[in-house]
């Protein structure tokens, strides 16, 4: 007898006992938590989310995903960096070296952080985000929250490193010209199901979300180990996610699903 809830569909408590004493055992699923960029910049640097329009605190998904950390949960951990060269295109102090597409509406001398101009890359169009200098390879703002725990085993994934265009997803870069080495990773650990979490949920975690259920991964998003750029930003992700068929979660709810 399965258990319906008002909207007809199975209810929680049904599916974790379905989960658990049925669906795990025949999927044996693999298990990866992605920890999305929880680098100072973002927290406390030159991009803190605290002085985003949202305004949230980036500090407070540390213990949260530490707490996961502890419960060894996972098969497989994986941090991922925002890794940028001096040079690259999304930081608004370099737009001065760049070559400004005929279609962009934003000129070089107003050109400010948020903007969305469209550069003109060796004949190649590309509109970009225009964001503070932030995560440049090597520096302090690039270099993990010193209170993140970081397991042993665990891999580190570089992203952003290409200065002609941006990384959101720790999969591909924007434009999807090349990959990170996250999905061979992710392959040559078998792994099934991703949880991501992290900075920022808008920009980095929901793209990462997406396109892990992109390479087919079972897809949670774990929200309260998330902050974000801007709340109209992270409704519309959070729905547009919703609809890829991604699980939203709660921290406390992950045990039972793992
Ligand atoms: C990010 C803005 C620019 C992020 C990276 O990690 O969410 N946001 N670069
Ligand atoms: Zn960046």
Redesign the pocket.
Known sequence: IIDLDNDGRISKEEFRCAWLYWLKQILKPVTALVI??VQND?ISGS?ALRECPAGQDAESVVPVINSLLEQNLFDVVVYTY?WHPENHL?FVDNVALRSMHPTSKVTKEDAKVHDEPVFDIGGVSRQQHL?PR??TQGSWGSELHSDLKVVENAFHVKK?TNPDV?S?SAFWDNDKLSKTELSSILAQKRVTDVYVCG??YD???GYTANDSVDHGFRTVFIEDAARG?ALDGISKKREFLLSKGVYMADSAEVPSLV
Request: proline share 0%; glycine share 6%.
């Open positions: 999305v960029d973002f991009l925002d999304s964001w932030h995560c952003g941006d959101y900075l920022a920009v980095c975690v750029v």
